[in-house]
């Protein structure tokens, strides 16, 4: 899983991320955003966190868009910790898979999968274009582990179902 992103107090971060498929092609990606540190101890002190992700599926007909993603927090013009936004939790987990074998089974699976975790989540299913569906997981925990934990957990089911491949071993240290 990827190094989870932290904004330190003052810091602003803005991510674009455009991403062209082919209707054959498969697509995992994993993200997970910290409240950062300061020194009085409190959290949220960034003035801003932008990922926007725009992803298309591309044919001989041309381009089509399967998803837009904007996830915009701003903790000095909010209270991001309360409801709709961060539901009193600390972390915040992603996960972006695009493949044409993503359905409603697939999402339950993973559903079930998140539920045996300590985090909140939800999934959707994207619109189809040109036979390809994908699916956006996001999760609400206290922690990085707990977040790391449930999306590896995801992305190893998916690897096994579809590849007959084993869990990412991505030891970093």
């Known amino acids: ?3 989870q992103l ?3 107090r003052e810091a602003t971060y803005r991510q674009r ?5 082919r209707p054959s092609s498969s697509l995992v990606m994993a993200e997970v955003v910290t409240p950062g540190w300061s020194p009085d101890g409190s959290a949220f002190r960034y003035e801003e966190v932008r990922l926007r992700t725009e992803i298309r599926v591309e044919t001989d ?6 998803a837009l993603d904007n996830l915009l927090i701003r903790p000095p013009l909010d209270d ?3 409801l709709g936004y961060m ?3 600390s972390h915040l987990g992603s996960l ?4 044409a074998r993503v359905n409603q089974v697939i999402a339950d699976e993973l559903h079930t999968l998140a539920a045996g975790r300590d985090a909140h989540c939800g999934i959707s299913l994207t619109r189809t274009a040109a036979g390809t569906t994908g699916l956006v997981l996001r999760a609400l925990s206290h922690n990085t582990e707990e977040l ?26």
Not at 17 to 21: D, E, K, P, Q, R
């Open 96 to 99: 972006v898979v695009v493949d």
């Open 61 to 66: 007909h041309g381009s089509h868009l399967l």
């Open 17 to 21: 991320t455009s991403i062209t498929l």
């Open 148 to 173: 790391n934990g449930l999306l590896g957990s995801c992305t190893a089911m998916l690897r096994d179902r579809w590849h007959g491949q084993a869990p990412l071993n991505l030891r970093k240290y």
């Open 80 to 82: 991001v910790t309360g």
């Open 87 to 89: 539901e009193g939790f």
């Open 6 to 8: 932290i904004a330190y």
């Open 1 to 3: 899983m990827p190094d």
